[in-house]
T-cell receptor, first 113, second 115 residues
Framework: DSGVTQTPKHLITATGQRVTLRCSPRSGDLSVYWYQQSLDQGLQFLIQ???????AKGNILERFSAQQFPDLHSELNLSSLELGDSALYFC????????????FGSGTQLSVL | AQSVAQPEDQVNVAEGNPLTVKCTYSVSGNPYLFWYVQYPNRGLQFLLKYITGDNLVKGSYGFEAEFNKSQTSFHLKKPSALVSDSALYFCAVRVAGGGSYIPTFGRGTSLIVHP
């Protein structure tokens, strides 16, 4: 068990809808990373937060947004969903911003129908 | 651009035989390199990292990786494969961006160990 909790584990929704994915980092970790894993794109970095502030942004669509709350949990919001957004979304955490060792949650499998 | 490549989608090996999972990288400056493993229905787990020093790095579950600067490679190895090693393996390189360091992952290599 990595100590990183992601909910829900599975999410099935329709095109055009909006969903929220939740992540609780490992106790003491201040950084949260979001990654998208799909068969055609592999593991793609979306966004990183550190102690409540956005620190780095990757290949995140404008329809997607995220935030990290004072208790350090993070939420990834996906809106106007398209079929191509179907993927496994991972949250990872680390103590700092060095990215030297990430602890991954088990992921949220999103299916857009 | 900084990137990592895993040239093999799948590696097959017999149990008890040595295994190698290949990774090459492209980065400006000195790389920090990592290997992670993903078992079915699980998140990625850290195996090992290279930052500096000895080119042979030892990690979890008997795995090791060899850093080769001239060949820009960081291949994962294990002397004797186990069926339980069957999983998806990811190589990653740390990149810098906006004061933070974001690991960029390869596409992954599926390791299948046959009994």
């Amino acid at each position: 068990d990595s100590g990183v909790t992601q909910t829900p584990k599975h999410l099935i929704t329709a095109t055009g809808q909006r969903v929220t994915l939740r992540c609780s980092p490992r106790s003491g970790d201040l950084s949260v990373y979001w990654y998208q894993q799909s068969l055609d794109q592999g593991l793609q970095f979306l966004i990183q937060y550190y102690n409540g502030e956005e620190r780095a942004k990757g290949n995140i669509l404008e329809r997607f947004s995220a935030q990290q709350f004072p208790d350090l949990h993070s939420e990834l919001n996906l809106s106007s969903l398209e079929l191509g957004d179907s993927a496994l979304y991972f949250c990872a955490s680390s103590p700092g911003t060095g990215g030297e060792k990430l602890f991954f949650g088990s992921g949220t499998q999103l299916s857009v129908l | 651009a900084q990137s990592v490549a895993q040239p093999e989608d799948q590696v097959n090996v017999a149990e008890g035989n040595p295994l190698t999972v290949k990774c090459t990288y492209s980065v400006s400056g000195n790389p920090y390199l990592f290997w992670y493993v993903q078992y079915p229905n699980r998140g990625l787990q850290f195996l090992l990292k290279y930052i500096t020093g000895d080119n042979l790095v030892k990690g979890s579950y008997g795995f090791e990786a060899e850093f080769n600067k001239s060949q820009t490679s960081f291949h994962l190895k294990k002397p004797s494969a186990l069926v339980s090693d069957s999983a998806l393996y990811f190589c990653a390189v740390r990149v810098a961006g906006g004061g933070s360091y974001i690991p960029t992952f390869g596409r992954g290599t599926s390791l299948i160990v046959h009994p």
